[in-house]
């Protein structure tokens, strides 16, 4: 007779779990809070989000003595708030770019895409390779798979209208049905003067040279496209590593010094969520979504710059200087001079 299964994880009751929580040093100081509290968020969504983080004790389960449940659990709200902030303003990003890729091309080459020609040879496409350059040897793989988002239309109502009503697919209606990655390899492809001429669109000239304002606009894609794959898979605002870095040099040029060289030698700014928001604060062009950026995140923080989690303040455990306010304030009195 087969044994039954003795599983590693089993079901724990309420009570169980708070158990374990006590076992792990922390303080359960309102059993019914917690309770509520498991009810709505889970074991696993409070408490495990801190593994290998400040508040947790090296090379072990336990939290260093002193933790307080409700500490975690006042973390994973405001980490949650801020996630879902900078999560809406990357997808404002999205729409920027989106925007400016479909102008562009739609300017140039054209409003029409044969996309059942999977050559890209038509020279009446917009899609044809001699408007792209094939530097990363990838162009025709990333035309075709622009092309197959318009027979895919899944349930995107402006490509069915198109496809029924109209004789062609536009740009900016080819751009409804894409992701932010692969708008982004759609921007890479494009030839250095169409790569110049969005970039000016989101940073004035003059600041760095053409190729360095380029290479930040570039690595400003790559790390908001990192940064919202993975808050979309739960990981931890604070903890969140493996980003792609920002160039010094124009960080502090572009963000008229809104951290410090020392700072960014600290790592501040160049691949963690500060770098984020600097790349945010960059490229986003409107002062009404920017004005918006700022109040939200205000909103999200200031109940908290007063309240030390495990000897830090809230901006401390997200990265941010402790004047991140004012900082914010300065720049964009800068950026809308």
């Not at 009446?124 to 390779?129: A, F, I, P």
């Not at 990655?181 to 004035?204: M, R, V």
Request: proline residues 4%.
């Amino acid at each position: 007779m087969e044994m039954p299964t003795t599983y590693d994880k089993p079901f724990k009751s309420y009570e169980e779990l708070i158990a374990i929580l006590e076992s792990r040093h922390i303080i359960v100081d309102n059993k019914d809070f917690a309770m509520r509290a498991l009810e709505n968020f889970s074991y696993y969504g409070i408490i495990n989000g801190y593994k290998n983080t400040f508040i947790q004790l090296p090379d072990s389960d336990n939290f260093i003595p002193g933790t307080k449940f409700e500490e975690l659990y006042t973390l994973h709200i405001v980490d949650t708030a801020l996630n879902n902030i900078i999560f809406k303003y990357i997808l404002f990003l999205e729409k920027a770019l989106k925007s400016r890729i479909s102008y562009l091309v739609s300017e140039k080459y054209g409003v029409f895409t044969d996309y059942e020609d999977m050559s890209c040879m038509n020279p009446n496409d917009y899609l044809h390779t001699r408007h792209y350059s094939n530097s990363t040897g990838r162009r025709r793989n990333i035309l075709r798979r622009l092309k197959e988002n318009i027979s895919e239309t899944g349930r995107n109502p402006s490509m069915v209208h198109y496809l029924n009503h109209h004789n062609h697919v536009p740009a900016w209606i080819l751009t409804t049905n894409i992701s932010y990655g692969l708008t982004i390899e759609w921007y890479n492809l494009l030839k250095s003067n169409d790569k110049q001429a969005i970039c000016d669109t989101f940073i004035s000239p003059g600041l760095c040279t053409a190729e360095k304002t380029k290479e930040f606009v570039h690595k400003a894609f790559d790390i908001t496209k990192e940064y919202r794959n993975k808050i979309a898979h739960g990981n931890r605002t604070f903890s969140i590593i493996s980003l792609p870095q920002l160039p010094k040099e124009q960080v502090l040029a572009f963000t008229f010094n809104s951290i410090s060289e020392t700072e960014y030698n600290n790592r501040m700014g160049q691949n963690d969520t500060m770098a984020v928001l600097l790349a945010l604060m960059v490229m986003l062009c409107d002062p009404y979504i920017i004005t918006n950026l700022h109040t939200e995140l205000t909103a999200a923080l200031s109940p908290y710059k007063n309240v030390l989690f495990n000897n830090k303040t809230i901006f401390e455990v997200f990265g941010f200087p402790d004047n991140l306010f004012e900082r914010l304030d300065t720049f964009f009195k800068r950026k809308f001079l």
